[in-house]
């Protein structure tokens, strides 16, 4: 759909992580394209091959990652392409140094599921009704609302009184939408008792939900690791003579097809699980089908 397959395309770009893998992959969907190269488990999928390296490409890069080695340390990179990595380190007001790729990969898991909670609620209002849904758009003011009052807070963009008045009444409808007005109609304390079960699933599932995003940084970051191992056992056997290149070339070659093939794997499977679990989850997905039954009687 128009908004799982962005996603999807991001989410395998970071999980690779790599620019110099992203350019493998393209040219690899080129020549399924062309049939230059044909493997039947590939069959039919140039396309998406060649898109997905051709995000990896353009990810890898922001991140500054090339074949396991660092572009932002290298010389023969432009200052001007330095100036747009995400690298290093950043420090949160109140709570420390952290990695920026790891806070990058928090931000969009928050940015995925409010997403998805729109979606929820948007869907839910047109099947439902508006009376139906209360519950849901009040957790939608609640975790959105909140999250923008807490960015212009944190960066001081507008004053501490029209903070103030802002988590009043955001915290005042949101409170009678979850707690008083989630079922029109029906008992207020059962209303109440709903609400507060709620609130404990929504409070449990949903930290659960965005450290699940994580995973972005550390299989990006792990691919980078493992590249830069093999670079560096490659060049400890690089001699001056003529003959130290075999081995040489041959560890480079065989480490980095190695990695491109297992990062490969976990940047495909990782984010499906990003976008059936927290994402589906979250938007109030139903998945309805045929029930299992494989077993029939044949009559004579």
């Given at each position: 759909t128009?908004?799982?397959?962005?996603?999807?395309?991001?989410?395998?770009?970071?999980?690779?992580?790599?620019?110099?893998?992203?350019?493998?992959?393209?040219?690899?969907?080129?020549?399924?394209?062309?049939?230059?190269?044909?493997?039947?488990?590939?069959?039919?999928?140039?396309?998406?091959?060649?898109?997905?390296?051709?995000?990896?490409?353009?990810?890898?890069?922001?991140l500054g990652t090339f074949f396991g080695m660092s572009l932002y340390e290298a010389s023969w990179v432009p200052q001007a392409l330095k100036n747009c990595m995400i690298v290093g380190d950043v420090e949160v007001p109140g709570l420390g140094v952290f990695n920026i790729q790891m806070l990058l990969a928090l931000a969009i898991g928050v940015f995925h599921i409010c997403l998805a909670m729109t979606v929820k609620a948007i869907g839910y209002t047109k099947r439902f009704g508006f009376k139906e849904t209360i519950s849901t758009w009040g957790w939608l003011l609640l975790i959105v609302g909140g999250?923008?009052?807490?960015?212009?807070?944190?960066?001081?963009?507008?004053?501490?009184?029209?903070?103030?008045?802002?988590?009043?009444?955001?915290?005042?409808?949101?409170?009678?939408?979850?707690?008083?007005?989630?079922?029109?109609?029906?008992?207020?304390?059962?209303?109440?008792?709903?609400?507060?079960?709620?609130?404990?699933?929504?409070?449990?599932?949903?930290?659960?939900?965005?450290?699940?995003?994580?995973?972005?940084?550390?299989?990006?970051?792990?691919?980078?690791?493992?590249?830069?191992?093999?670079?560096?056992?490659?060049?400890?056997?690089?001699?001056?003579?003529?003959?130290?290149?075999i081995p040489f070339v041959i560890i480079l070659i065989f480490g980095h097809v190695l990695n491109l093939l297992m990062s490969s794997l976990g940047a495909f499977v990782h984010p499906m699980r990003l976008t059936f679990v927290e994402y589906f989850k979250n938007v109030g997905y139903e998945g309805r089908g045929a029930a299992y039954n494989p077993l029939t009687k044949d009559k004579q």
């Open positions: 128009a908004i799982v397959a962005p996603f999807y395309l991001l989410f395998f770009a970071m999980c690779l992580g790599d620019a110099g893998y992203g350019i493998v992959l393209l040219l690899f969907g080129l020549m399924l394209n062309k049939g230059w190269v044909k493997f039947a488990m590939f069959e039919g999928l140039g396309n998406i091959i060649s898109i997905l390296g051709a995000g990896t490409i353009v990810v890898g890069t922001l999250i923008i009052v807490a960015i212009l807070g944190v960066g001081n963009l507008v004053s501490p009184a029209a903070i103030k008045w802002a988590v009043i009444i955001i915290g005042a409808l949101s409170a009678l939408a979850i707690y008083i007005f989630n079922t029109p109609g029906r008992n207020p304390l059962m209303n109440i008792g709903a609400g507060l079960w709620d609130t404990y699933n929504m409070a449990t599932g949903l930290l659960g939900d965005i450290l699940s995003y994580i995973r972005l940084f550390a299989l990006g970051l792990a691919g980078g690791m493992l590249g830069q191992a093999f670079n560096n056992l490659a060049g400890m056997v690089r001699g001056d003579s003529v003959v130290s290149l």
